[in-house]
């Protein structure tokens, strides 16, 4: 599998990997940031193509690094699996990620999300989502020609890009991967492991009886020949 070795970036300027702003308010947004990047991994997984972060700065113009953002998830499609402290889109091909997330928090305002909706728009995003736990509403936009557009109905949405999709006939949001299973938190995901653990551990309990059942036959078949040949019978 190809993965990603950083070079020097522009000489002389510095390019930060943090703003020292929290990735998230509340648990809530930050499970489903979580969330969301890491089943978006989980769905990539054999993809050594497909590229996917969660708060990472993003600088698209090399030189300036004032002009930056961080989604709490991207996908890029086309590059490499493997560490970065940042994308340096200079050092990406000049590949922009094409889709982003934005889980909202009761503290973005109106003006601070219009603010990235045009820089998304601005420098190459395909798809734009953007969910608010708190209300349990989702919306998205696609990309026609240079302007991010609405999309009018997110019911049953399948990212064109991702294979993923959404239900929002749910409280709260589904999102199901390529594959048809759905996004699940690390609690569930956790909890599941321990049922399954639980289940092996029956199993084994239930074969280690069996087979001490078996060797137990096999003993007293055993003795009972013994037996038959002490009285002059053939078993």
Same mark, same amino acid.
């Given at each position: 599998m190809s993965t990603f070795t950083p070079r020097t970036p522009h000489p002389g300027i510095v390019y930060p990997d943090s703003d020292g702003q929290p990735m998230a308010e509340n648990t809530l947004q930050f499970q489903w940031i979580?969330? +969301?990047k890491e089943n978006l991994d989980a769905a990539f997984r054999d993809r050594p193509d497909v590229f996917? $972060?969660?708060?990472l700065f993003w600088y698209p113009v090399e030189g300036d690094n004032k002009t930056r953002t961080a989604p709490d998830a991207m996908v890029a499609i086309g590059r490499p699996k493997g560490y970065r402290g940042s994308y340096m889109q200079w050092l990406e091909g000049d590949v922009p990620p094409q889709v982003v997330f934005e889980v909202l928090s009761p503290g973005n305002s109106g003006?601070?999300?219009v603010r990235k909706r045009g820089f998304y728009e601005r420098f190459g995003v395909r798809e734009y989502y953007v969910y608010d736990p708190d209300d349990d509403t989702l919306e998205g936009w696609i990309r026609h020609g240079d302007t991010l557009e609405k +999309?009018?109905?997110m019911a049953g949405w399948v990212s064109p890009l991702l294979g993923i999709r959404f239900d929002t006939s749910t409280t709260p949001l589904t999102i199901y991967k390529p594959d048809g299973s759905r996004f699940r938190t690390f609690d569930e995901i956790d909890r599941d492991n321990q049922a399954l653990a639980r289940d092996n551990q029956a199993l084994a309990r239930e074969r280690d009886a069996a087979v001490r059942q078996a060797a137990e036959s096999q003993e @007293? $078949? @055993?003795q009972l020949e013994a037996?038959? @040949?002490e009285l002059g019978l053939e078993p």
């Open positions: 979580v969330t +969301i996917v $972060a969660g708060d003006p601070e999300m +999309i009018p109905d @007293r $078949a @055993r037996r038959l @040949r």
